[in-house]
């Protein structure tokens, strides 16, 4: 069971709110249940939301926590003065302390683009999103000289939803590339590869690991078991090795961590959050 609901009030998406919410939750043992609130861009619509907050308040027995990134004023002076959850106001902690700081005002903008058909970032994302499904899984070696990075690695560990992590919220262009029993034979990179050596990173995992999450997919088969995972995994991790391939293994870490690592290793000179 949930020891509390927790509410992420936004006049745009929600998601800002969210992650900064689910960071700072993070740090207590505790599962709170999670709704969304998002595009409360009325007055009306935050009225809505004060009498879905309170009600739950009465329900639970417990002051639900809200976490706010509201920057019409309005709109938010009707949550401020009607909530009665713990109500954390990101814009108010930390926008209007910069703004005093800084001396300018801070745009107000509601979301991360003010209009996304004329922002570049945005654009880039998109084509970055597009470049990254066209070469998941070695299926185009067509324009690698394009991409960001390309992540090599045994099926299943962790290529492809690193790929489109590093896509959507950095903005890069990434390419994978599995690493198969011909390769291992040939004890060499798949030749596509080879001119674009400076831009690969190779993701490894423990064979156990692998064997686990092979088996939900194609359980009882030689592509899951133990003796066959272990065999790839050592050989791949050879091949990086001879190759002077930089590398690590996903075995422990959250998507976040694994891109992190990336980032730092390879230093890409364009970045977009």
């Known amino acids: ?40 861009d009325t007055v009306d619509k935050a009225h809505q939301a004060v009498r879905q907050i309170n009600h739950t308040g009465e329900v639970e027995g417990k002051k639900p926590i809200v976490f706010t990134t509201l920057v019409n004023m309005e709109v938010l002076k009707v949550i401020q003065e009607g909530c009665k959850g713990m109500l954390l106001d990101m814009f108010g902690t930390f926008v209007h302390p910069l703004e005093e700081e ?7 903008r509601i979301g991360r683009f003010s209009d996304v058909s004329r922002s570049k970032e945005y654009n880039d994302r998109i084509e970055a999103i597009n470049f990254s499904l066209a070469h998941d899984d070695g299926q185009s070696n067509r324009d690698l000289a394009g991409a960001d990075v390309i992540l090599v690695g045994v099926s299943r560990s962790g290529k492809t939803p690193t790929s489109l992590y590093l896509a959507m919220q950095c903005g890069l262009k990434a390419a ?20 674009f050596r400076n831009k690969i990173f190779g993701l490894t995992i423990s064979p156990d690991r692998l064997a ?9 088969s030689r592509y899951a078991s133990l003796e066959n995972c272990r065999m790839e995994v050592s050989e791949a991790e050879s ?5 002077g391939i930089r590398w690590l293994s996903t075995t422990t870490k959250s998507i976040e961590e694994i891109a992190t690592t990336i980032l730092q290793e390879i230093r890409p000179e364009r970045l977009v959050y």
């Open 212 to 220: 686990e999450i092979r088996a939900e997919r194609r359980p009882n």
């Open 1 to 40: 069971m949930h020891s509390r609901t927790v509410f992420f009030v936004s006049d745009g998406t929600g998601i800002t709110a969210e992650t900064f919410g689910n960071a700072i939750l993070a740090q207590f043992e505790m599962k709170p249940r999670h709704v969304r609130l998002p595009f409360i």
């Open 176 to 195: 994978n590339y599995p690493l198969i029993p011909e390769d291992f034979e040939r004890r060499q990179l798949p030749p596509a590869l080879v001119p």
């Open 239 to 243: 091949m990086m090795r001879r190759s």
């Open 102 to 108: 800084l001396g300018i005002k801070s745009n107000h």
